[in-house]
């Protein structure tokens, strides 16, 4: 079972259905590696790929994404499934490359696995942030990754 919501779990499916090479990261892969916290999006890492970028394109139409909200480190859409945010580069991670060097497979069903960016790597991105939304999570994010074995 899942700990995704069943809209974050349709994005998925839509992205992969459409071939777009991709890495979990931010609060969605916390939450499959234990995180019991709130994300409201779901963050993705992707190749810049031509190719891969045609995919996402036509993913992207595929849920109804508008246009995006663009801002230093990515671009935020809505979609029909919730927002959507594609992550171009992270603090001490830095883009695709960076997330895939780590990132892990994770069948979230029997008919979806996804690469999930590494509790390590998810760890050192919110702390090199300095976010306070990411300074208040990361007690019980550590806590609930070395709870669940993903530590």
């Known amino acids: ?21 991709f890495v979990v990261v931010g609060g969605v892969a916390a939450q499959i590696h234990g995180w019991r916290g709130a994300t ?23 849920v109804g994404a508008g246009d995006p909200a663009v801002g230093a480190f ?10 959507l945010e594609i992550v171009r580069r992270a603090h001490a991670i830095g883009d695709y490359d960076g997330w895939l060097g780590s990132a892990e497979a994770h069948a979230l069903d029997d008919e979806l696995t996804v690469l999930v960016a590494a509790p390590a790597d998810i760890l ?22 070395a709870d669940s074995g993903s530590a």
């Open 1 to 21: 079972m899942s700990p995704l919501a069943g809209d974050q779990l349709a994005l998925l499916r839509v992205l992969a259905r459409h071939g777009v090479e």
């Open 40 to 62: 409201a999006d779901l963050d993705i890492a992707v190749s810049r790929d031509e190719a891969n970028v045609e995919r996402l394109n036509l993913a992207l139409r595929a």
């Open 74 to 83: 990515g671009s935020a859409f809505r979609t029909r499934y919730g927002r």
């Open 124 to 145: 050192r991105s919110k702390e090199a942030a300095g976010r306070e939304k990411d300074r208040a999570a990361l007690p019980q994010m550590r806590q609930d990754f």
